[in-house]
């Protein structure tokens, strides 16, 4: 093998990280400390873009909003699609139907899922008519207008198209967990739910440290469903923006405030990074 | 014997996974219903009925009539298309290199690379979009395709499968005289076929259903992908849901196509942890 052949299989996937990742993050840390806009290179100004973006009310709202996200999403995503992969766990003909069926929504993805969910939760929509026709509320519901509601609404929409998705994650680890220690437990007279708990569950935990992280990480991240919910606004008086709407509305198109927008990513970089540590952390006293 | 197979526990297992697909999939058959739904229904009946009385095709020429779905849709191919012929070929070759070769400096790339993992989208969000416009990019399908061309966890997925190939294989094509070039080709890539269909099953989903980035790039309606497309169909007809669950199942009918005609390769691959016995 000649030296340099390595390196030309690297060469391109070299290329386009430094252009597109490596180059664009350095950037946004240099920007941060500037007052530039998009029209305008700015100059050095400090610190005084992450005290306005820690002052300002609009970045406490997506903070909060983002924070609650993450905070609902990581307990429905480690624990709902385990119980999914439980059930259609079997090699028969009906259960791989099951199993294509409920990833389905997955595939559709979140816009798709927004235009979705916009139907069915409007005021007339199928699920306040299904409730209507129950007798259950007198009322229509205001799942797309109340504060609080549309982000809970918005969260159904994620949980409806992140089932499938960690379900087949949790598929892959259940293959690996051992017949016999099933067998064991059901001598011992375990039920099913005692067989969860103590079979299913230790055996991919690590897997549900995985989907902890990659679900709370994705939560904090959300943009799609809020966006779709709110048509782009944000809700009303902009109460349901999100850390990707702010970033998205203040650092892109013709008025962008390149800066202000780049302290704010800085920021969301490093709570990021901090959800990251904390379950690695986690990881480390689950694998002992 | 076949008394014995219905358990309390096989009901219940059943039960739950009809309530489930109810929930799961009801919502979209649902807006096939809507969209089927004519003048004559009363789309906001209670109790609501699924059957249309009415039943009409007119829904779906009036969503073609008032924003070019088609052409979105062709644009939303060509962007998809072009993402996962690159991811292919940058996960291959940087996955075989990393997975394979030994050679100095292979850790510090491997961490350079995957360190990448750690940097979220919305991070470089504001400078991909002044990287783009700095290459008067910004407005095109390349702005948008671009950037997406080299996905770490792609690199990662194929470093794996890679590396889990038996080293004799390669070894008496190497005796045989074979470069690593041709090692690679003909011994190394039919061996990882498994995970290279997942990685192309991810990046075609991911590239479709792509949304925060297409919208930030393209501002002319003409270059609209699909997902930014039927965000505007949201706008245009928000007062009538027929038109939108229209929209929603045309948009619907291709991806559901695709999955379902790969679904195997995607259960099996990732079951396996993508690697072809």
């Known amino acids: ?288 | 014997m076949r008394a014995n197979r219905i358990t309390p526990g096989t009901v219940i297992r059943y039960l739950a996974c009809t309530v489930l697909f109810i929930l799961l999939v009801g919502p979209i058959i649902w807006q096939v219903s809507l969209a089927f739904k004519g003048r004559g229904d009363n789309i906001y009946a209670v109790p609501p009925y699924f059957i249309p009385k009415d039943f009409t095709w007119d829904n779906f020429t009036r969503v073609f009539h008032q924003i070019p779905i088609l052409h979105y849709a062709l644009n939303s191919l060509i962007v998809t298309v072009i993402n996962v012929v690159g991811n292919l070929v940058t996960a291959t070759l940087a996955g075989y290199a990393l997975g394979r070769l030994r050679f100095p400096g292979k850790k510090l790339v491997a961490g350079f690379i995957f360190g990448c993992m750690l940097i979220p989208g919305e991070t470089v969000l504001v400078s991909q979009f002044l990287t783009i416009r700095g290459l008067h990019l910004n407005n095109s399908l390349l702005g948008v395709v671009l950037p997406g061309l080299c996905g770490a966890m792609n690199i990662l997925l194929m470093m794996t499968a890679f590396a889990s190939i038996p080293h004799e294989l390669e070894e008496a094509a190497e005796v045989d005289g074979a470069n690593v070039w041709q090692r690679f080709i003909h011994i190394c890539l039919p061996q990882v076929r498994g995970t290279a269909m997942v990685v192309a099953i991810f990046s075609f989903v991911g590239a479709w259903n792509d949304f925060m980035w297409p919208l930030v790039v393209i501002g002319d309606e003409s270059k609209y992908t699909l997902t930014v497309g039927l965000n505007k169909l949201k706008g245009a007809f928000v007062t009538d849901p027929r038109l939108i669950a229209a929209g929603a199942v045309i948009a619907l009918v291709p991806i559901i196509i695709f999955f379902v005609a790969f679904q195997r390769y995607f259960f099996d691959g990732v079951e396996t942890g993508g690697v072809k016995e």
């Open chain 1, 1 to 288: 093998m000649k030296p340099w052949s390595p390196w030309l299989f690297l060469i391109i996937p070299i290329i386009f990280t430094l252009v597109f990742t490596i180059y664009p993050f350095l950037n946004t840390i240099r920007l941060s400390f500037t007052n530039s806009t998009l029209l305008r290179t700015g100059q050095f100004v400090g610190l005084s873009q992450y005290s306005a973006v820690l002052a300002d009310p609009k970045v406490h709202t997506a903070l909060l909003n983002s924070t609650i996200y993450a905070l609902c999403m990581a307990p429905c995503m480690v624990i709902l699609p385990l119980i999914l992969a439980v059930l259609v766990n079997k090699k028969t003909r009906i259960m791989s139907f099951f199993r294509t069926a409920f990833y389905v929504p997955a595939v559709a993805g979140s816009v798709i899922s927004g235009l979705i969910w916009t139907n069915m939760m409007s005021a007339k929509g199928l699920v306040n008519a299904l409730f209507l026709g129950l007798k259950w509320i007198k009322e229509p519901i205001p799942f797309l207008q109340d504060r609080w509601l549309l982000l809970f609404s918005a969260m159904l929409v994620t949980v409806w198209g992140g089932l499938g998705y960690y379900m087949v994650i949790y598929l892959a680890a259940l293959a690996n967990i051992d017949d016999s220690l099933y067998e064991a437990a059901s001598i011992d007279g375990a039920g099913p739910v005692r067989q969860f708990i103590s079979v299913t569950m230790p055996g991919c935990r690590m897997t549900m440290v995985l989907i902890l992280l990659l679900s709370s990480i994705a939560a904090f991240r959300v943009f799609n469903e809020v966006y779709m919910l709110t048509g782009g606004t944000g809700g009303l008086g902009g109460k349901d923006i999100t850390m990707s709407m702010l970033i998205m509305r203040e650092g892109t198109g013709l008025t962008a405030r390149t800066g202000y927008a780049s302290a704010l990513s800085i920021i969301m970089f490093f709570i990021l990074g901090i959800i990251t540590s904390i379950e690695f952390y986690v990881q480390r006293k689950a694998d002992h």
